[in-house]
């Protein structure tokens, strides 16, 4: 009988060849973005005229509109950091709740904790202005920051679940028996333990608020919009290189703090090898 023998390694080959045209599908588009912000001409162009960092002189200088860029981006430091501490620290709260918990209804109160993740923004920007309205805070930095913080506090659950969930239970009975308080076994054994999965939650409600515009609309006025309502007025406007450096600023930034994550994960698989 005439067998054909099959090639083991072409599985394997068309798989990376998939995978590489998925990633370059996905990257590409971020990547033409990087060098436009530094094109010397006031238009899109491929190839480029030349190098000029005129565009982003244009959002760290003096005019008006880099006052504005300036605004905007103070204004997504404010309401990024506040509603950040407010997400991790409900988040968390959360998390440790639940992963204590017997009540037989804890994963329905689990699920509508992370149901903002696929509720529609716009539904979510809805409800949230209509709440805010009732309590005079739409126009204010309060809005925004308990609407982002409310938004992002499910990556802060969800990090800080899986990171519980190989949590060893018998080092808070220790703690317990050797007279520890139940706030000073969280502090000087939970938390230290669970930090990477607190702070890489904490990294993702970040990253979250300063990309979210939608619900923002709903709720800011001028003095409190955000880059990424900067950047949605800026193309709408007038289309200019600027948009490009400061998508290149986000990507740089986005780029390390996925880095940061990376290594917490890191941290925390050796960990949880070291502990079996």
Same mark, same amino acid.
């Given at each position: 009988?005439?067998?054909?023998?099959?090639?083991?390694?072409?599985?394997?080959?068309?798989?990376?060849?998939?995978?590489?045209?998925?990633?370059?599908?996905?990257?590409?588009?971020?990547?033409?973005?990087?060098?436009?912000?530094?094109?010397?001409?006031?238009?899109?162009?491929?190839?480029?005229?030349?190098?000029?960092?005129?565009?982003?002189?244009?959002?760290?200088?003096?005019?008006?509109?880099?006052?504005?860029?300036?605004?905007?981006?103070?204004?997504?430091?404010?309401?990024?950091?506040?509603?950040?501490?407010?997400?991790?620290?409900?988040?968390?709260?959360?998390?440790?709740?639940?992963?204590?918990?017997?009540?037989?209804?804890?994963? @329905?109160?689990? &699920?509508? +904790?992370?149901? #903002?993740? =696929? $509720?529609?923004?716009?539904?979510?920007? !809805?409800?949230? *202005?209509?709440?805010?309205?009732?309590?005079?805070?739409?126009?204010?930095?309060?809005?925004?920051? @308990?609407?982002? &913080?409310? +938004?992002?506090? #499910?990556? =802060? $659950?969800?990090?800080?679940?899986?990171? !519980?969930?190989? *949590?060893?239970?018998?080092?808070?009975?220790?703690?317990?028996?050797?007279?520890?308080?139940?706030?000073?076994?969280?502090?000087?054994?939970?938390? #230290?333990?669970?930090?990477?999965?607190?702070?890489?939650?904490?990294?993702?409600?970040?990253?979250?608020?300063?990309?979210?515009?939608?619900?923002?609309?709903?709720?800011?006025?001028?003095?409190?919009?955000?880059?990424?309502?900067?950047?949605?007025?800026?193309?709408?406007?007038?289309?200019?290189?600027?948009?490009?450096?400061?998508?290149?600023?986000?990507?740089?930034?986005?780029?390390?703090?996925?880095?940061?994550?990376?290594?917490?994960?890191?941290?925390?698989?050796?960990?949880?090898?070291?502990?079996?």
């Amino acid at each position: 009988m005439g067998l054909t023998k099959r090639n083991p390694s072409f599985p394997k080959l068309a798989l990376g060849v998939f995978s590489t045209m998925t990633l370059a599908f996905l990257i590409l588009p971020i990547i033409v973005i990087i060098p436009l912000s530094f094109n010397s001409a006031p238009y899109f162009t491929y190839p480029m005229p030349g190098f000029s960092w005129r565009w982003y002189a244009e959002i760290f200088g003096d005019s008006s509109a880099s006052v504005m860029w300036q605004r905007g981006i103070l204004n997504s430091f404010i309401v990024g950091i506040s509603s950040t501490f407010v997400a991790t620290t409900l988040g968390t709260l959360a998390a440790l709740g639940l992963s204590q918990s017997t009540w037989r209804y804890r994963n @329905l109160v689990y &699920a509508v +904790l992370v149901s #903002p993740l =696929v $509720v529609p923004a716009i539904v979510s920007g !809805l409800g949230l *202005f209509y709440v805010f309205a009732k309590l005079k805070l739409v126009g204010t930095f309060w809005s925004l920051i @308990l609407a982002h &913080a409310a +938004l992002g506090a #499910p990556f =802060v $659950v969800i990090t800080v679940s899986a990171t !519980l969930k190989g *949590f060893n239970q018998t080092l808070l009975r220790a703690a317990e028996v050797h007279g520890a308080s139940p706030a000073r076994a969280f502090y000087e054994v939970t938390l #230290p333990l669970i930090l990477p999965g607190v702070v890489s939650g904490a990294i993702f409600a970040f990253v979250w608020s300063w990309d979210e515009i939608v619900v923002t609309l709903f709720l800011a006025t001028p003095p409190q919009h955000t880059v990424p309502i900067r950047m949605w007025s800026g193309v709408r406007e007038s289309f200019n290189p600027t948009i490009t450096a400061v998508a290149t600023l986000l990507i740089a930034m986005a780029i390390i703090l996925m880095l940061v994550v990376d290594q917490l994960n890191q941290r925390n698989a050796r960990f949880n090898s070291a502990s079996r």
